[in-house]
T-cell receptor, first 112, second 112 residues
């Protein structure tokens, strides 16, 4: 019930392409869905987050798409750049509950 | 100031040593967290402090002892650790009753 499943485990995308990472959850009480970006040896950095009252949120090249009925959400990175190469974690939580449930992570590599 | 600062950045300790990790934030956040992250894995929640009181302990062994001296500081006291405790230890903070967590850069701990 508390799991968040993330795919793919690793992803290679050409520079300028679109990177897509998917997450699925079971617990319908989840109502906050952030994405974190982590570079090697660094802490995760909050990238973008969405609540289930909207189906899409865009910030620059990063877009979250949210499908409440399917219990799925995804991160799209447009015009992917080598600097986007990092590990990405989706997460979910219940508002007011401090506990984040993380996905297993996706290692993204952008090749020139 | 939008940073969570962790010291030290690296720590090597023997199994009989006692050491402490320190975390500081000046964003006025009232929830602070300790996470443990092994290589290629998502962060695992260890402890949550809310308004300087321990609110979540994820069944962490007693060789890890958290302390929250005030609303800006969080410590993790380490004693008699095992080599399998080697990991990246992350501190995070968030505004109370919101789950937007900001992570520090982490302390890379090696137990020898």
């Amino acid at each position: 019930q508390q799991q968040v499943k993330q795919s793919p485990q690793s992803l290679i995308v050409q520079k300028g392409g679109i990177s897509i990472i998917n997450c699925a959850y079971e617990n319908t009480a989840f109502d906050y869905f952030p994405w974190y970006q982590q570079f090697p040896g660094k802490g995760p950095a909050l990238l973008i987050a969405i609540r289930p009252d909207v189906s899409e949120k865009k910030e620059g090249r990063f877009t979250i798409s949210f499908n409440k009925s399917a219990k799925q959400f995804s991160l799209h990175i447009m015009d992917s750049q080598p600097g986007d190469s990092a590990t990405y974690f989706c997460a979910a939580s219940i508002f007011g509950n401090e506990k984040l449930t993380f996905g297993t992570g996706t290692r993204l590599t952008i090749i020139p | 100031d939008t940073e969570v600062t962790q010291t030290p950045k690296h720590l090597v300790m023997g199994m009989t040593n006692k050491k402490s990790l320190k975390c500081e934030q000046h964003m006025g956040h009232r929830a602070m967290y300790w996470y443990k992250q092994k290589a290629k894995k998502p962060p695992e929640l260890m402890f949550v402090y809310s308004y300087e009181k321990l609110s979540i302990n994820e069944s962490v062994p007693s060789r890890f002892s958290p302390e929250c001296p005030n609303s800006s500081l969080l410590n993790l006291h380490l004693h008699a650790l095992q080599p399998e405790d080697s990991a990246l230890y992350l501190c995070a903070s968030s505004p109370q009753r919101d789950t937007e967590a900001f992570f520090g850069q982490g302390t890379r701990l090696t137990v020898v």
